[in-house]
């Protein structure tokens, strides 16, 4: 494939860059994310988690790791702030008879206080106190998170150096801030592992659906990143990265 064919592949990637829910499969097989991590996020909920309990997924996405959880549909809560998963979780979890409802996990939770026993929330917005307030006495908030230093070499690869989007987040942070509004710290890890590439145009699709870690990206205005990119690839056969995730277990 030639230059010119190469960045026409890049521009059609940029165009069709959208994400349903949570779904990275249009770059599957172009890319591999190593979540070999040394803690499994659905097995620490699990270790906690019962039948009878009522648990809030906050920023649940479409809900397909929530779902996953195969927890009785009346004892469970979700909420999602962003519009197209607004619609896509009342069109899937509302007929579930799932307690689906907008909110923006920065911000209040539209739920009472002490309505659940548990809260998890995967790579999304939290407010601690609102947290505390809306769990039981003896209640878990269970969650994973995108660190501050995720896909910083990728960033920095096709837009130069730039501030983080997100600098608080890092476990010690994370954890003061539960610790502050009265929770007690019960587990928590921080990890990085790779990430890499298989072909330009998957990192140029990915860039535009997470314009919050590649601000300003787009094809014309950063077209000799991106041919940079291409020689790395063809060089090394990969262009590599690293993702920053912690997880934090606490109790109230």
Same mark, same amino acid.
């Given at each position: ?29 172009? #890319? ?29 996405? +479409? ?37 689906? *409802?907008?909110?923006? +996990?920065? +911000? ?5 206080? +002490? ?26 908030? !269970? ?26 987040? #890092? ?36 860039? *535009?659906? !997470? ?20 020689? !790395? ?5 990969? !262009?590599?990265?690293?993702?920053? *995730? ?7």
């Amino acid at each position: 494939m030639n230059v010119n064919e190469l960045i026409e592949n890049w521009k059609t990637e940029e165009q069709i860059a959208y994400i349903h829910g949570w779904d990275f499969s249009h770059i599957h097989e172009r #890319y591999t994310e190593q979540e070999d991590l040394p803690w499994d996020y659905r097995a620490v909920i699990e270790e906690y988690l019962h039948p009878e309990m009522k648990i809030l997924d906050i920023d649940t996405g +479409g809900g397909e790791f929530l779902l996953s959880l195969r927890h009785p549909h009346e004892n469970i809560a979700a909420m999602e702030n962003f519009s197209p998963n607004v619609k896509l979780c009342q069109e899937i979890l509302l007929p579930l008879g799932i307690d689906f *409802r907008p909110g923006d +996990g920065k +911000g209040k939770i539209p739920f009472d206080d +002490g309505a659940f026993d548990m809260a998890i929330n995967r790579h999304g917005d939290f407010n601690a106190s609102e947290i505390y307030r809306v769990l039981k006495p003896g209640g878990f908030f !269970i969650t994973q998170q995108v660190g501050a230093e995720n896909d910083r070499e990728l960033v920095e690869l096709l837009c130069g150096k730039t501030e983080t989007p997100f600098p608080d987040q #890092y476990l010690s942070i994370t954890a003061g801030k539960f610790e502050d509004v009265g929770f007690t710290v019960l587990r928590g890890e921080e990890a990085f592992r790779p990430i890499r590439f298989f072909d330009v145009g998957a990192l140029v699709w990915f860039a *535009r659906i !997470i314009q919050w870690e590649f601000p300003g990206f787009s094809v014309a205005t950063h077209l000799k990143k991106l041919l940079k990119a291409q020689r !790395i690839l063809e060089e090394q056969g990969s !262009i590599d990265g690293s993702i920053h *995730r912690f997880l934090l277990t606490a109790q109230k």
